[in-house]
T-cell receptor
């Protein structure tokens, strides 16, 4: 248990669906992150939020839309995804952007 | 941006053996972490080690920042050590952008 939770743990969605991934951290951290892990590829940073403000968008397609309503919660809204978006989506948090990051268990997403 | 390379990509050990995993990075770092990813995908923090040496049980790590590498030592390996080990770094001048290596897949045989 790292203090970072993610829901759902598994998600199957069609290309026309809209769904959201949720991340919550119970560590009192100020920075939160979304990463994507595809098969045969290293983990890729998608977005960084610091004190609820987005500080990094790593050229992510607009069909992925993040939302950070407060320092404890982070969402990833998904719409019109492609099969190649199937991956493990990991959320992380840290005290601030220079410190150790702690990861949630991930959401395994399959797009059909 | 910073590049992170890990070696070897795959490693097979007999239970009880020792091993060394290496991580090379292309720039000075603000943050360097080692993780173990279990079969369910959870990344488990092993070390936060931008410089120096740390030990935790059978695991230890050393980062030589001036020479841009880090080593993870596993002693007396157990079957539960199997999985993928990742090194990740945040380059100086960057904040929060943790760049991961490709990982080392370790299999410990009984």
């Amino acid at each position: 248990e790292t203090g970072v939770t993610q829901t759902p743990r598994h998600l199957v969605m069609g290309m026309t669906n809209k769904k959201s991934l949720k991340c919550e951290q119970h560590l009192g951290h100020n920075a939160m992150y979304w990463y994507k892990q595809s098969a045969k590829k290293p983990l890729e940073l998608m977005f960084v939020y610091n004190f609820k403000e987005q500080t990094e968008n790593n050229s992510v397609p607009s069909r992925f839309s993040p939302e950070c309503p407060n320092s404890s919660h982070l969402f990833l809204h998904l719409h019109t995804l492609q099969p190649e978006d199937s991956a493990l989506y990991l959320c992380a948090s840290s005290q601030d952007q220079l410190y150790e990051q702690y990861f949630g268990p991930g959401t395994r997403l399959t797009v059909t | 941006g910073i590049q992170v390379e890990q070696s070897p990509p795959d490693l097979i050990l007999q239970e009880g053996a020792n091993s060394t995993l290496r991580c090379n990075f292309s720039d000075s770092v603000n943050n360097l972490q080692w993780f173990h990813q279990n079969p369910w995908g959870q990344l488990i923090n092993l070390f936060y080690i931008p410089s120096g040496t740390k030990q935790n049980g059978r695991l230890s790590a050393t980062t030589v920042a001036t020479e841009r590498y880090s080593l993870l030592y596993i002693s007396s390996s157990q079957t539960t050590d199997s999985g993928v080990y990742f090194c990740a770094a945040v380059g100086s001048g960057n904040t929060g952008k943790l760049i991961f290596g490709q990982g080392t897949t370790l299999q410990v045989k009984p």
